[in-house]
């Protein structure tokens, strides 16, 4: 059964499609959490994502 690929929507990387892939369409979990943030902050302005926003955006490759 062929898997389908996605790209993540926060890094391009690419993603398989699965049920194990908890964090999907995103690559992994911080993915997930950054894109979130951004929608968060974006909506909200929560104070606490935003003092936190630097180091969240820190590419660590
Ligand atoms: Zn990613």
Same mark, same amino acid.
């Given at each position: =059964?062929? +898997?389908?690929?996605? !790209?993540?929507? *926060?890094? %391009?990387? &690419?993603? &398989?499609?699965? !049920?194990? !892939? *908890? $964090?999907?369409?995103?690559?992994?979990? *911080?993915?997930? =959490?950054?894109?979130? %943030? /951004?929608? #968060?902050?974006?909506? $909200?302005? &929560?104070?606490? #994502?935003?003092? +936190?926003? %630097? /180091? #969240?955006?820190?590419?660590?490759?």
């Amino acid at each position: =059964m062929k +898997q389908p690929v996605v !790209n993540c929507p *926060r890094c %391009g990387r &690419i993603v &398989i499609w699965t !049920n194990a !892939n *908890r $964090y999907r369409p995103f690559c992994s979990e *911080r993915c997930k =959490m950054i894109d979130l %943030g /951004e929608w #968060a902050a974006e909506s $909200y302005r &929560i104070p606490e #994502a935003e003092k +936190q926003e %630097g /180091e #969240a955006l820190k590419d660590e490759e």
